[in-house]
């Protein structure tokens, strides 16, 4: 199977992760990224590029 990389994910961009397929996790971009993909873009990302975040937002 031949994959195609749509770009590169730097430290403050932000994603989420809705799916972990082994040593993947399926993401989506909340916003607009470092280097220039789309929010919304999905795509997927070693489990090893990726650091849990957890956030609150404050009412």
Do not use: N
């Not at 809705?18 to 489990?47: H, P």
Request: a positive charge.
């Amino acid at each position: 199977m031949k994959h195609t990389t749509l770009g590169a994910l730097y430290p403050a961009d932000a994603v989420g992760a809705d799916r972990d397929t082994g040593t993947w996790y399926r993401v989506s971009l909340q916003d607009r990224s470092a280097s220039g993909l789309k929010s919304g873009t999905t795509g997927r990302v070693t489990k090893t590029g990726l650091e849990p975040q957890v956030g609150m937002q404050a009412d």
